[in-house]
């Protein structure tokens, strides 16, 4: 089964909660964005702990699929780039000086 079956799977079933009382709810689409980051990372965790190609930098194959992939659903390379671009101003804050998670300088 191709990853990305695998991953829409994943994705409809955490879009939608269970309130208690037998009412199922739709997860808020700020929800859904994390829901669809969190899977993709995970999945591209799992790409790079498996990659039998040394000579490879995974994460550079996987953002070169995943741009060529937004294009070909009509984002803009103008709207790729800036998404790209602007994520990675916000990832210093974020990461508070850790070059990659559990890394202390």
């Not at 980051?37 to 953002?63: G, H, M, W």
Request: charged share 30%; net charge negative.
């Amino acid at each position: 089964m191709p990853l990305s079956t695998l991953i829409s799977r994943q994705l409809e079933t955490s879009w939608f909660s269970n309130s208690g009382d037998g009412m199922v709810e739709e997860i808020p689409w700020e929800g859904r964005c994390l829901d669809a980051a969190t899977v993709f990372a995970e999945s591209c965790r799992q790409l790079k702990k498996e990659n039998p190609y040394p000579e490879i930098d995974a994460l550079q194959n996987i953002a070169s699929a995943l741009v060529t992939e937004l294009w070909d659903r009509f984002f803009s390379q103008t709207e790729i780039r800036s998404a790209f671009e602007e994520a990675l101003a916000s990832l210093p804050r974020y990461a508070a000086g850790e070059d990659r998670r559990g890394d202390k300088r």
